[in-house]
């Protein structure tokens, strides 16, 4: 009975000892002080059922408890146990109680030497170790037994002896294991609970998408990615089979057999990426890509599958296309641009001699007039184009918004039908913004004419003005908008509006849903053209059925843009000279026309049709004044190479280059070279009228002293 009750007593002890280190972990101060109250509290109700050898001589499994509580709970566990039991010994009375008290206090000493001595790898804890801890622990219990009762009776010898060194020793290495037993599951249980949370921390964390599921298509498990992705939570999901994420497109083909679906496609894409459409859980479709993994557990197989959102990667792509577009177009049109303005040259020059032959001749004057506005338009024209292609401003000066706005008014209201009403909002004091002129006359006829054409039936157009302050940045239509102060320019029409792959396609060169013939693609490119080149912005909202409005943002001009560059007035009388000029062109018909022109203005006139001719009239001894070339030239030997050989070898011979591209392109490609910059400064552009010739001839001819090295040249026009 009593190795029955105590027995109870350890099996209790370690059920609550279990108990108290689930409720705080072990190392806890509280857990140690009510660990320390458990190992008293069962220690107290031993010495209340103990073995009576003689009235005061108890014989209980103190020194069990005890000396397990200090060598597995430590000093604070060990401690508090033996307090508690020393403390109920001395209130037993007895003549045992002062050795009894002792025997607690070995028992307290011999576990803390065995904690500490575990503590500093000189033990290791297992059963054989708490045997022999056991054995040696009661055989000193015995020996103090002794020394109370000096005369002991050879049956009570017996009992207690196989009580001390046998039973208590086996109870010691039982309790000691069942502790150890405790604590080591205890601690692998908190070590799996922390990695399970790590894991789950980590799981939450990853910017992808990861789903599990089983071998049948069931979700396990998703993390917070791919709830955001899908718009789904995964208690929504779990328990469900995967082809909820799947389009029905993705599906027919298995008739919406998912195990089909993992077999033919999940199967053999593994450790692959492929890029597939996802279906979120409000129907929506959105691109994405997938990595399958496989992962073999009890039972059957999982896979894991990765999944990345390519949505802002698709419209990063769609951005670049369109930009690559306009960039083609660039290069298209700076290509011909050479060429085509040569062509208009030629005719500029001869209907300009024609003019001068037929001014008797109303009838043939006024055909010829009517020859030479078609030329310079088609020169404004290519002028246009080129400006497209490029960062930076053409012709930008200080301009008042509404000023212009005011200034194009009777002529959009001539471009509309009757039926459509023009009103426009002006805000007074509005900002002064640097941008070319007439650059933004094209952009407002154009949008003007946009607008005309949605609105067959008639409508409203509506032109404002205001000033805006942004706070922070903007990103709209790939341009970055930093904070600052910017005109707002906005036009609404209550036309047929757009729709959204429309309005996304709208700025793309040769992109039109005109019909054939009536419309080319590129007015509102021209106009995204022009606001890039001005560092503004411009926005498209509209909605079908309901109309369009167009927001241009123009950042307003500094102090240190405020400046105005327009032309000063033409001179009637064009100056004359009678130098020599050696002109230089691939196209006879630009050197002909340069050779009457000029030699009508009393210039002796020399004429090359490339470099190397040039050189040889020059090395001949021909005496030359002005050397005019042109900037493209055939062979290895262009424009200003040209240029920089003859400074070098004759350095009184000035200097004045001609290019279809205009000044601030060819400032912007020749930024990094001072000789060659001076000369794009002062470059004449092609086409060229016979005044503007005769002007920047008679200005390169003009300028003092001899082109000797960069300092000549590195002078700008005022």
Same mark, same amino acid.
């Given at each position: 009975?009593?190795?029955?009750?105590?027995?109870?007593?350890? =099996?209790?002890?370690?059920?609550?000892?279990?108990?108290?280190?689930?409720?705080?972990?072990? /190392?806890?101060?509280?857990?140690?002080?009510?660990?320390?109250?458990?190992?008293?509290?069962?220690?107290?109700?031993?010495?209340?059922?103990?073995?009576?050898?003689?009235?005061?001589?108890?014989? %209980?499994?103190?020194?069990?408890?005890?000396?397990?509580?200090?060598?597995? /709970?430590?000093?604070?566990?060990?401690?508090?146990?033996?307090?508690?039991?020393?403390?109920? $010994?001395?209130?037993?009375?007895?003549?045992?109680?002062?050795?009894?008290?002792?025997?607690?206090?070995?028992?307290?000493?011999?576990?803390?030497? =065995?904690?500490?001595? $575990?503590? $500093?790898?000189?033990?290791?804890?297992?059963?054989?170790?708490?045997?022999?801890?056991?054995?040696? &622990?009661?055989?000193?219990? *015995?020996?103090?037994?002794?020394?109370?009762?000096?005369?002991?009776?050879?049956?009570?010898?017996?009992?207690?002896?196989?009580?001390?060194?046998?039973?208590?020793?086996?109870?010691?290495?039982?309790?000691?294991?069942?502790?150890?037993?405790?604590?080591?599951?205890?601690?692998?249980? !908190?070590?799996?609970?922390?990695?399970?949370?790590?894991?789950?921390?980590?799981?939450?964390?990853?910017?992808?998408?990861?789903?599990?599921?089983?071998?049948?298509?069931?979700?396990?498990?998703?993390?917070?990615?791919?709830?955001?992705?899908?718009?789904?939570?995964?208690?929504? &999901?779990?328990?469900?089979?995967?082809?909820?994420?799947?389009?029905?497109?993705?599906?027919?083909?298995?008739?919406?057999?998912?195990?089909?679906?993992?077999?033919?496609?999940?199967?053999?894409? *593994?450790?692959?990426?492929?890029?597939?459409?996802?279906?979120?859980?409000?129907?929506?479709?959105?691109?994405?890509?997938?990595?399958?993994?496989?992962?073999?557990?009890?039972?059957? !197989?999982?896979?894991?599958?990765?999944?990345?959102?390519?949505?802002? *990667?698709?419209?990063?792509?769609?951005?670049?296309?369109?930009?690559?577009?306009?960039?083609?177009?660039?290069?298209?049109?700076?290509?011909?641009?050479?060429?085509?303005?040569?062509? =208009?040259?030629?005719?500029?020059?001869?209907?300009?001699?024609?003019?001068?032959?037929?001014?008797?001749?109303?009838?043939?004057?006024? $055909?010829?007039?009517?020859?030479?506005?078609?030329?310079?338009?088609?020169?404004?024209?290519?002028?246009?184009?080129?400006?497209?292609?490029?960062?930076?401003?053409?012709?930008?000066?200080?301009?008042?918004?509404?000023?212009?706005?005011?200034?194009?008014?009777?002529?959009?209201?001539?471009?509309?039908?009757?039926?459509?009403?023009?009103?426009?909002?002006?805000?007074?004091?509005?900002?002064?913004?640097?941008?070319?002129?007439?650059?933004?006359?094209?952009?407002?006829?154009?949008?003007? *004419?946009?607008?005309?054409?949605?609105?067959? %039936?008639?409508?409203?157009?509506?032109?404002? #003005?205001?000033?805006?302050?942004?706070?922070?940045?903007?990103?709209?239509?790939?341009?970055?908008?930093?904070?600052?102060?910017?005109?707002?320019?906005?036009?609404?029409?209550?036309?047929?509006?757009?729709?959204?792959?429309?309005?996304?396609?709208?700025?793309?060169?040769?992109?039109?849903?005109?019909?054939?013939?009536? /419309?080319?693609?590129?007015?509102?490119?021209?106009?995204?053209?022009?606001?890039?080149?001005? !560092?503004?912005?411009?926005?498209?909202?509209?909605?079908?059925?309901?109309?369009?409005?167009?927001?241009?943002?123009?950042?307003?001009?500094?102090?240190?843009?405020?400046?105005?560059?327009?032309?000063?007035?033409?001179?009637?009388?064009?100056?004359?000279?009678?130098?020599?000029?050696?002109?230089?062109?691939?196209?006879?018909?630009?050197?002909?026309?340069?050779?009457?022109?000029?030699?009508?203005?009393?210039?002796?006139?020399?004429?090359?049709?490339?470099?190397?001719?040039?050189?040889?009239?020059?090395?001949?001894?021909?005496?030359?004044?002005?050397?005019? #070339?042109?900037?493209?030239?055939?062979?290895?030997?262009?424009?200003?190479?040209?240029?920089?050989?003859?400074?070098?070898?004759?350095?009184?011979?000035?200097?004045?280059? #001609?290019?279809?591209?205009?000044?601030?392109?060819?400032?912007?490609?020749?930024?990094?070279?001072?000789?060659?910059?001076?000369?794009?400064?002062?470059?004449?552009?092609?086409?060229?009228?016979?005044?503007?010739? &005769?002007?920047?001839?008679?200005?390169?001819? %003009?300028?003092?002293?001899?082109?000797?090295?960069?300092?000549?040249?590195?002078?700008?026009?005022?």
């Amino acid at each position: 009975m009593d190795l029955l009750r105590g027995a109870a007593f350890l =099996l209790a002890l370690s059920l609550i000892q279990s108990f108290v280190i689930r409720l705080w972990p072990i /190392g806890h101060r509280l857990s140690q002080v009510v660990s320390g109250l458990v190992f008293g509290g069962v220690s107290i109700a031993g010495m209340m059922t103990p073995i009576e050898l003689q009235p005061g001589v108890l014989v %209980d499994a103190r020194p069990v408890i005890i000396s397990m509580a200090a060598a597995t /709970g430590g000093p604070l566990v060990g401690i508090i146990a033996a307090l508690m039991a020393g403390a109920f $010994r001395l209130w037993l009375g007895g003549i045992g109680m002062y050795m009894g008290t002792w025997t607690v206090a070995l028992s307290l000493g011999l576990g803390l030497g =065995l904690y500490y001595a $575990r503590r $500093r790898g000189l033990v290791t804890y297992g059963p054989l170790q708490f045997l022999l801890f056991g054995f040696i &622990a009661n055989a000193l219990s *015995l020996l103090c037994l002794f020394l109370v009762m000096p005369v002991i009776k050879p049956h009570d010898f017996i009992i207690y002896g196989v009580y001390h060194v046998g039973i208590y020793a086996a109870a010691t290495a039982l309790l000691g294991t069942m502790l150890q037993d405790i604590w080591k599951r205890y601690e692998t249980e !908190r070590a799996l609970q922390e990695s399970e949370a790590r894991y789950r921390t980590a799981y939450d964390s990853m910017p992808v998408g990861i789903i599990e599921t089983d071998d049948g298509g069931t979700i396990l498990s998703m993390n917070r990615a791919a709830e955001d992705l899908y718009r789904c939570r995964a208690e929504d &999901a779990v328990g469900r089979s995967m082809g909820m994420f799947l389009p029905d497109e993705v599906k027919a083909p298995f008739n919406g057999d998912i195990g089909a679906f993992i077999a033919n496609v999940v199967e053999p894409s *593994l450790e692959q990426s492929v890029e597939v459409e996802g279906r979120r859980a409000d129907g929506s479709h959105f691109p994405i890509q997938v990595n399958n993994g496989v992962m073999r557990v009890a039972g059957g !197989r999982r896979y894991i599958t990765l999944v990345t959102d390519l949505s802002n *990667l698709r419209s990063l792509e769609k951005k670049l296309l369109r930009f690559q577009k306009m960039e083609a177009v660039g290069q298209l049109t700076g290509g011909i641009a050479h060429d085509f303005n040569n062509i =208009l040259g030629i005719v500029l020059g001869n209907l300009e001699i024609l003019e001068d032959l037929t001014k008797d001749d109303p009838v043939s004057a006024k $055909r010829v007039s009517a020859a030479l506005a078609g030329v310079r338009r088609g020169s404004e024209i290519t002028r246009k184009l080129l400006n497209f292609s490029r960062q930076v401003p053409s012709e930008a000066r200080l301009i008042d918004v509404n000023d212009v706005l005011r200034g194009m008014y009777p002529l959009v209201s001539r471009s509309l039908t009757a039926s459509i009403e023009l009103e426009a909002h002006l805000a007074d004091g509005l900002w002064p913004v640097v941008a070319d002129p007439g650059d933004l006359q094209d952009a407002m006829l154009n949008l003007a *004419l946009n607008a005309r054409d949605a609105m067959p %039936d008639g409508g409203k157009l509506i032109v404002e #003005t205001a000033n805006m302050v942004l706070e922070g940045g903007l990103s709209s239509q790939g341009t970055d908008l930093p904070g600052g102060d910017y005109v707002c320019i906005e036009m609404s029409d209550t036309g047929s509006g757009m729709s959204e792959e429309v309005r996304a396609a709208a700025f793309e060169p040769f992109f039109s849903t005109k019909e054939e013939g009536r /419309g080319s693609g590129l007015g509102l490119s021209m106009v995204y053209g022009f606001v890039r080149r001005s !560092r503004g912005r411009i926005d498209i909202y509209s909605e079908m059925g309901k109309g369009t409005t167009v927001c241009i943002c123009l950042p307003r001009a500094s102090e240190g843009e405020a400046h105005d560059s327009q032309p000063s007035a033409r001179a009637v009388t064009l100056p004359r000279g009678s130098e020599t000029v050696l002109v230089v062109d691939d196209e006879s018909g630009l050197t002909d026309i340069a050779a009457v022109n000029l030699g009508a203005l009393g210039y002796t006139v020399l004429q090359a049709g490339d470099a190397r001719e040039a050189l040889k009239l020059l090395e001949e001894g021909r005496s030359v004044d002005l050397l005019f #070339t042109d900037v493209i030239l055939p062979g290895a030997i262009d424009g200003y190479k040209l240029a920089a050989d003859v400074r070098r070898r004759w350095p009184e011979v000035k200097i004045l280059v #001609t290019s279809g591209f205009s000044k601030r392109r060819e400032e912007a490609v020749h930024s990094g070279r001072a000789e060659t910059l001076a000369l794009a400064r002062r470059l004449l552009r092609k086409p060229y009228t016979r005044a503007e010739l &005769a002007a920047a001839v008679r200005h390169a001819l %003009d300028r003092d002293g001899p082109q000797t090295g960069g300092e000549a040249l590195s002078e700008v026009d005022a």
